[in-house]
Structures are given as C-alpha cells and as structure tokens.
C-alpha cells in the first residue's frame, strides 16, 4: 500500500493520543493497511514489533507478567503487537502493561473484533482508545489524487472497491479480489468459531449479497442455504466482527405501522460483494447498479463519519404498508433522511408518512452529481 494514500486524519487520531496512559487498538479487516499505517506514523522511531502470528510471540504474552514483560520490552517505549487477537489472555496483557509499566505505549492490531474486543472490552474498560482501519476510503483518495480524478473512478470503485492492493494494481483487480475472498477475509471467521460447513458460510455471503438494500430474515435465509435460525443469525454476527459485512437496522419511535425489528445487511467493500458473487461486469451494463450504489454509499458514510469522529445514530426506515427511506442519519438531536437515486432524472420525495411525524426531519437525495459532500464532507 502507497503510505500516501493513508488517512491522514485517522494516523492524527492515534498521534494525539500517544502516551496518555492508555493502549491503543486498531481495528479492521485483514489486507486493509493497518501495518503500513503504523509503520508510517512511525516511521524512524525505535519501535518493537511482535506478530501475534508467531507461535513463540503467543506463548510468550498469552501468561507474561509485569517482571517478563519488563523483560521483553527493555527500554523500548513503543510496543507493536500485530494480530493481537491470536493471544491468549491479550486483554489482561495489556492491562499489565498499561497499569505497571507506564513508559511504554502499547498499541495492539486485530483483524477479529470478536476476539481482540472480547478480550480487551472487560481487562481495558477505561485503559484503551479503540479504531477502526476500513478499506480504503472515497476521501481518502480525494486527499491522495484530487477530487476530478476520484469522481472519474466513480463506476469503476463500484465494481471492484477500495481494498488497498485492489487499488494501486490497476489491471488485476479481478484475480486480487478474488484472493483476498478465498484466502484471507475468511480465514478468521472459518477460525472464530471452528466452522465446519465453509461451503454454507459461501452460501450465506452469496444470499446476503444478492438482497442488498433489502430487509433480511433470518428465517429465509436459514431455508434457502440449510442452516438453522440461529446458526445464520451467528455466521452473519461473525462476518460482521471480521468487517466483511454490517448491519443497519430499522428506525421507529412514533407510527404504530413503522417496523421495528427489521434490518438490512451491507457489505463493507463493493468488490468484496462482487467477488462473492464472481461478477465484475461494467457498471453501466450491471441490472444490480442500484444496489451497488446503495452499498457504496453506505459504507463510505460509514468511513467517514468513523474518521471524522462524527458520532451518528443511522437505521433504515419502512412501514408495513411499502413506505420506505434509504438511510436515516442523527447527528446532535437532528435527524436527516436520505434517499439514494443513481439515475438522478428520477424525482424523489420524503414520504409523507414520515415528514407528518417527523416534521423536523431534513430530506436530502444523494445521486452521482452531489455524492462528494455525502461520502467526503466536501461542500458539508
């Protein structure tokens, strides 16, 4: 990964809040550059780096105490570890370091939130500042080659995503997708949870992908790939703490025929969607553009309210009579309804449903002529 397409916003994040006696965790899936972003913030610094991958590395900090620590890490005052989450005990390992040996600025990779969060979320309560490291972003890429050059790549980001070798291998996007897919996003999930059955877990990730932008039950999505309930409803909360996919659910508070159980299921990389489904056909020719658009847009909001520390409440909104809102955002109190339209021709209005009980509301459409301010902030 080209260390100048790294958010810089998110490396400033993690920069000030270096040695304030606390760990530092970095969050995101395999392949997305949470190694190169350290490695540039830390660029000529003496820094010791261990990978939790080493079998020697996760004997050594699965039972360490404060004296084999202070050993391991002499007189260093940066400490890396990387695929923290393949440590036993991580959480009460870095508890030690953070409470005994303060010089130190421990800062811990992982690419499973459901592992490394669970073993830090109780050890860490009030010890540690947490991140998360997403594909690439659309606003990274304005800061890297402008804002022309990014709104020209429209259609082609679309297809294959933002996943950093994706994007700097121009020509082999098709075959690095398709690696990344086959060997590394899922190799933690198939791990988290001794998965016995891969090819339903496949199954799962090709269903999800095809009902992108609709609501998702559990219960036909157990009948159509031979899963129980519950065992879908698990595989989908381990794909999500992995960062291949994410939930959204729906908003309700004052119509009785508003749902309130429903959710939606997205993708975090378009390509990641479309190599599960083994199609990279063109934008302009795709029956599934309006999908493609909706998830597009969805996870980079979700990048860039992340980087931009903007701490937002968002759902989907439907009633069981068919009225529908694409992505409801609250920010401070104030609530903005959106709706995504990739032919920008096609006239959209708030239903009325929702502007008479939500009178406060702000309706905005998103297409291809206005995204920028929607996924970059640009002319927010």
């Not at 890429?141 to 804002?147: F, T």
């Not at 992108?212 to 989908?236: C, R, W």
């Not at 992340?306 to 759902?315: E, G, K, S, T």
């Amino acid at each position: 990964m080209n260390q100048a397409m790294i958010d810089r916003k998110l490396q400033s994040l993690i920069s000030e809040r270096l040695n304030k006696g606390k760990a530092i965790v970095v969050m995101g899936a395999r392949q997305t550059g949470k190694t190169t972003l350290l490695k540039a913030l830390f660029d000529g610094t003496d820094v010791l780096w261990f990978s939790g991958d080493n079998p020697g590395v996760q004997s050594r900090f699965s039972q360490a105490d404060a004296p084999l620590l202070k050993a391991l890490i002499g007189e260093k005052k940066i400490l890396i570890i990387d695929e923290a989450q393949k440590i036993e005990n991580i959480g009460n390992t870095l508890k030690i370091i953070v409470d005994q040996i303060p010089k130190v600025q421990v800062i811990a990779t992982g690419s499973s939130s459901f592992d490394l969060a669970n073993k830090t979320n109780e050890s860490l309560t009030g010890r540690k500042f947490e991140f998360t490291m997403f594909p690439l972003s659309t606003d990274e890429m304005v800061q890297y080659h402008g804002l022309y050059e990014e709104e020209t790549l429209l259609k082609h980001r679309l297809v294959f995503g933002y996943y950093p070798e994706v994007v700097t291998s121009t020509g082999n996007e098709v075959e690095i997708l398709q690696l990344l897919s086959d060997s590394y996003l899922f190799k933690d999930v198939l791990m988290l949870d001794n998965i016995q059955k891969p090819d339903a877990l496949v199954r799962l990730l090709q269903a999800l992908a095809y009902q992108i932008g609709n609501q998702v039950s559990y219960h036909e999505l157990s009948q159509l790939i031979g899963l129980d309930s519950k065992t879908v409803e698990k595989y989908i909360t381990l794909l999500e703490k992995s960062f291949i996919i994410f939930r959204l659910g729906t908003f309700s508070r004052n119509l009785r025929n508003e749902l309130k159980k429903s959710r939606k299921i997205y993708f975090y990389d378009n390509g990641i969607r479309n190599a599960v489904l083994s199609n990279f056909q063109i934008a302009e020719t795709r029956a599934d553009i309006g999908a493609l658009w909706e998830n597009y847009l969805i996870s980079e909001r979700k990048k860039f309210n992340h980087y931009q520390r903007r701490f937002a409440n968002h759902w989907f909104w439907r009633t069981r009579t068919g009225q529908e809102l694409d992505y409801l955002e609250e920010i401070n109190g104030k609530l903005t309804a959106f709706e995504f339209k990739w032919n920008s021709k096609k006239n959209a209005k708030a239903p009325k449903a929702f502007t008479n009980h939500y009178p406060e509301s702000e309706f905005k459409v998103i297409t291809p002529e206005n995204y920028m301010s929607f996924v970059s902030g640009i002319g927010l």
